[in-house]
């Protein structure tokens, strides 16, 4: 197997779904697929088994999963280390965003650099579906997430910023052009929703339901931001979002609603309990000494 094609088996066998595996390593379903059936023809036996609904690993394939884990990961340390020392860097800091106002936040990243030019610092793109999932798998240190995060085996750190609320609305929607929009208006209309998220962690992102106590419903269930987009922008639902969406994805089809009663959504910095070290500490005390954006 080439590398790249370990990775994709290793990825789906963590995912279990076609499409959340080639949005996490940036490549088409088609090539997920392609990849998994030349492994299977060239192993001889079916690594996993797949209907409409459920994609499982045989027994095979979980084999050949637990044999692939510490070698994927030596190979993978090895090649960081070679490209740290070409650097001049002795160890990197990854960074994964699931805002997407990372241009906002660059204060942060330069003082990190500046004070610790012993190390790296990358940035990466992190999914709110399965959102804790990369730090789990140690495929980044820290998360830049949206509060509250309740999980034992996670460590809230500093919070970075905190942003107001908008309403994301079709140009033909009943809503559109207004002035502002209210959290009770909700109650009239669908949102989205999606399975993978924690629904203490959906409720603090989108209330369940209005200040009247009606239920804001969530129907369309969605893995992406451009989910959401499409839906929005169809009129099937109406989703919203901290301000910073409204600026970075301006959209010729999209009206944003300042949404006038709703609290603040505060982000802040979420690493694994067991992973911490002195990377992580470093940047958390960045953000403290800094303070709030």
Not at 62 to 86: H, T
């Amino acid at each position: 197997m080439e590398l790249r094609d370990i990775e994709i088996f290793l990825t789906l066998a963590e995912e279990l779904h076609f499409g959340r595996t080639a949005q996490r390593l940036y490549v088409s379903s088609a090539r997920v697929s392609q990849a998994i059936k030349q492994q299977e023809r060239s192993i001889g036996v079916e690594l996993f088994q797949r209907d409409s609904r459920n994609v499982r690993l045989t027994p095979t394939g979980e084999r050949l999963r637990k044999d692939l884990v510490p070698i994927y990961r030596g190979l993978k340390e090895s090649v960081e280390r070679a490209r740290l020392a070409a650097q001049g860097k002795t160890d990197v800091l990854r960074i994964g965003m699931i805002p997407g106002n990372a241009h906002d936040l660059r204060h942060y990243w330069e003082t990190f650099r500046a004070r610790h030019p012993q190390w790296g610092l990358k940035l990466r793109h992190a999914p709110f579906a399965e959102p804790f999932a990369g730090l789990r798998h140690g495929d980044i240190d820290i998360l830049v997430s949206w509060l509250p995060v309740l999980e034992a085996d996670l460590v809230t750190g500093p919070k970075l910023f905190a942003e107001t609320r908008v309403l994301a609305v079709s140009l033909d929607h009943e809503l559109a052009g207004r002035a502002s929009a209210s959290l009770e208006m909700l109650g009239d209309f669908q949102t989205s929703a999606s399975q993978t998220l924690p629904e203490y962690w959906a409720d603090s992102y989108t209330p369940p339901h209005t200040p009247k106590g009606r239920v804001i419903e969530r129907g369309a269930q969605v893995d992406t931001i451009d989910d959401i987009f499409t839906l929005v922008s169809a009129g099937e639902i109406v989703n919203t979002f901290p301000v910073h969406v409204s600026r970075y994805w301006a959209r010729p089809d999209i009206d944003w609603l300042p949404i006038r009663d709703m609290d603040a959504l505060d982000y802040g910095l979420v690493w694994h309990g067991e992973s911490e070290n002195d990377l992580i500490r470093a940047f958390a005390q960045v953000v403290r000494d800094l303070g709030t954006l």
